[in-house]
């Protein structure tokens, strides 16, 4: 070997080397979380139960430090949709049996993991200081009505719900052109407490939690499918033994509890 090949394969060498050791330190420390650093758990929920998971998001944590909760709410369908489309979520919570079946089957959460967390119930809303020109679900229909808030039908279990009591009472083909949809349950509560709409169709939870809307009536009986949220840990959860942890606390007493204080049933 001649000087010059050797000052090459020295130069070579040196510079493999460097790069090994860049990647070793790459790993071993970038790639870590700090020590003892709480492990985050993705739980994307329909928002009708952003008030109650967030009290219980506080209850778990004083038990659980080793558990950060962050919370991705709206509606379940774009939900689902998100995480088909490969967004991070640990657990999911939906309004409805049709979202996570859609996950079901797409692969990404087991059917045997799927429980149900809570039901609830269809009310009819409309704000306190607005014109009582709405009063039971046949006012609907009346010329004297100008403007509906339900959460769209395409993507929202709410809106779903509200479409097939419409349709059962035989209202959906006299509101349809004076509907103004929301993308998720709260947007629905929020045009009705702004005075944007006359009325709106929300569950009774979402009613419960706001001091601005009355209710009218409840969806009348059969009127609609019952209305449960099934949760589950998805197939590919990161942090599968933290979002089981997390689900069974929602599940306890202690869970049912709180969610029982925000109106929802078992």
């Not at 996950?103 to 967390?117: D, F, I, P, Y």
């Not at 004297?144 to 809106?159: T, Y």
């Amino acid at each position: 070997m001649n000087e010059e090949a050797a000052r090459l394969h020295r130069r070579l060498y040196a510079t493999l080397t460097l790069a090994l050791a860049l990647i070793l330190t790459a790993c071993s420390t970038g790639a870590r979380p700090p020590e003892g650093a709480p492990v985050e758990i993705i739980v994307s929920a329909a928002a009708s139960m952003t008030d109650a998971l967030s009290e219980m998001q506080k209850a778990f944590a004083s038990e659980q430090s080793g558990v950060k909760v962050k919370f991705n709410f709206g509606s379940s369908g774009a939900l689902a949709h998100q995480i088909a489309q490969g967004a991070p979520a640990d657990l999911f919570i939906a309004a409805g049996a049709a979202p996570m079946e859609d996950l079901v089957q797409k692969g990404l959460v087991e059917q045997s993991a799927v429980r149900t967390l809570a039901a609830n119930k269809v009310v009819l809303i409309r704000g306190k200081t607005a014109a009582a020109v709405v009063n039971t679900w046949t006012d609907l229909a009346s010329d004297q009505v100008k403007r509906i808030a339900v959460a769209n039908p395409a993507h929202v279990p709410a809106g779903q719900y509200g479409k097939t009591v419409l349709e059962n009472l035989n209202l959906w083909s006299a509101v349809q052109t004076r509907l103004v949809l929301g993308e998720d349950v709260r947007q629905v509560l929020n045009f009705v407490e702004s005075g944007e709409v006359e009325a709106g169709i929300v569950y009774a939870t979402d009613a419960a939690v706001s001091q601005k809307v009355v209710v009218l009536a409840e969806a009348p009986a059969g009127s609609h499918p019952p209305v449960v949220y099934p949760m589950a840990v998805l197939k590919d959860s990161r942090h599968g033994v933290e979002a089981k942890a997390f689900a069974d606390y929602l599940a306890s007493e202690k869970g049912r509890q709180i969610l029982a204080r925000y109106g929802f049933g078992n």
